[in-house]
């Protein structure tokens, strides 16, 4: 999982997430904190495999995953357009910096144009001041404060 490349490597690739991705889809969901089982991985990739207007990609480095991001597009009712918004975005540590994370977002951009979706929305915790910044030098300007309220009755 996610090592350095060298100049010897390929450059990395993005790709659609499989079930067999589970262990990787595993690590990376449990550095960005949320942590799950590879089963618990593979039954949230078979999900999203269900429904067209999710995706999860994996970014590879040298056959290696080293990155993922997950989407969904849906229809926003005070738009009156389809929107997609990014539901994670990670990077292997050992991976940072070298621009895998700005590859994802493209082609989430690029697959959200192909589907004549003209907005994105991505939610990052409080706290992520560095993922913040990022967004930012990416083209994404701040926007709405969310607020969430955990069910458990």
């Known amino acids: 999982m996610g090592r350095v490349a060298s100049s010897?490597?390929?450059a990395p690739r993005v790709r659609l997430a499989e079930l067999g991705d589970a262990s990787d889809v595993a690590e990376l969901l449990?550095?960005?904190?949320?942590?799950?089982?590879?089963?618990?991985a593979a039954e949230r990739i078979a999900v999203l495999r269900e429904?067209?207007?999710?995706y999860l990609?994996?970014?590879?480095?040298?056959?290696?995953?080293?990155?993922?991001?997950?989407?969904?597009t849906?229809?926003?009712?005070?738009?009156?357009?389809d929107l997609t918004r990014i539901t994670a975005l990670v990077v292997a540590r050992s991976c940072y910096r070298q621009g895998i994370g700005r590859l994802l977002l493209r082609e989430v951009e690029r697959r959200a144009r192909r589907d004549g979706v003209s907005r994105i929305e991505v939610t990052s915790?409080?706290?992520r001041l560095e993922a913040h910044?990022?967004?930012?030098r990416c083209g994404y300007a701040?926007?709405?404060?969310?607020?969430?309220?955990?069910?458990?009755?």
């Open 8 to 10: 010897a490597e390929t």
């Open 51 to 54: 429904d067209p207007r999710h």
């Open 57 to 72: 990609l994996l970014a590879e480095l040298d056959g290696h995953a080293c990155g993922l991001i997950a989407s969904h």
């Open 125 to 127: 915790n409080s706290g």
């Open 74 to 81: 849906r229809y926003s009712l005070t738009h009156g357009a």
């Open 133 to 136: 910044e990022f967004y930012r």
């Open 142 to 153: 701040d926007g709405s404060v969310k607020f969430v309220k955990t069910l458990g009755d």
């Open 30 to 40: 449990s550095q960005l904190g949320y942590p799950c089982t590879r089963d618990e």
